[in-house]
């Protein structure tokens, strides 16, 4: 099956630095989305995104699919921003099409 | 949250005995996917939906069944609790419109 490769696996910041997590993926894929699990277990979608680049406040997100990988850009990090970020890729057909997780960056950004 | 809701939120049962978790969605997805979440393997599939009563088996489907005979309830059901299946429980949804997947609040389960 597909890999998915997350780097770097942990990641120690001060509030205010900036960072970028990346995704590689070994096969062609349908989509891919970018989550963030909050230290209380909560699993939130922050992107959706086959290809290009997205913003959404101080995140952005970039896939280049035909290199397979994407990149996930914070911004002057706050307190909040701590925590787990998956990266997962869409595959498959129609009914049977599924995310395939990677193992996640482990985020902690300190006041 | 995508008007997902998981129960129970919380449950401690002992080896052999049933359990079964259930997955509500209020705004009437088609798609409908159970994972499990266990540190050093992230979130792997267990069972998924496409519609009622069509289901089939994701990458760790061994030990679980589930149903769904209703659009917004899928339930996971361990026929016989084993310890190795401690976990936390996440339910998602598939949005129609995007494609974009959405996750219940989880339910941890401790099998003693």
């Known amino acids: 099956g597909i890999q998915v490769e997350q780097s770097p696996p942990d990641l120690i910041l001060q509030e205010g630095a900036n960072s970028t997590l990346r995704c590689n993926f070994s096969?062609?894929?349908?989509?891919l989305q970018w989550f963030h699990q909050n230290p209380w277990g909560q699993l939130i979608n922050l992107f959706y995104?086959?290809?290009g680049t997205k913003q959404n406040g101080r995140l952005s997100a970039t896939t280049v699919a035909t290199e397979r990988y994407s990149l996930l850009y914070i911004s002057s990090s706050q307190t909040t921003d701590s925590g787990v970020y998956f990266c997962?890729?869409?595959?498959?057909?129609?009914?049977?099409?599924?995310?395939?997780f990677g193992e996640g960056t482990q985020l902690t950004v300190n006041p | 949250d995508a008007g997902i809701t998981q129960s129970p939120r919380h449950k401690v049962t002992e080896t052999g005995t049933p359990v079964t978790l259930r997955c509500h969605q209020t705004?009437?997805?088609?798609?409908m996917y159970w994972y499990r979440q266990d540190p050093g393997h992230g979130l792997r599939l267990i069972h998924y939906?496409?519609?009622?009563?069509?289901?089939d088996k994701g990458e760790v489907s061994d030990g679980y069944s589930v149903s769904r005979s209703k659009t917004e309830d899928f339930l996971l059901t361990l026929e016989s609790a084993t310890s190795s299946q401690t976990s936390v429980y996440f339910c998602?949804?598939?949005?129609?419109?995007?494609?974009?997947?959405?996750f219940g609040p989880g339910t941890r389960l401790t099998v003693l």
């Open positions: 705004e009437n997805h088609r798609y």
């Open positions: 995104i086959p290809s």
């Open positions: 998602a949804i598939r949005s129609s419109g995007t494609d974009t997947q959405y």
């Open positions: 997962a890729v869409w595959v498959g057909e129609t009914s049977g099409s599924r995310l395939t």
């Open positions: 096969d062609s894929v349908n989509n």
């Open positions: 939906s496409y519609g009622v009563k069509d289901t």
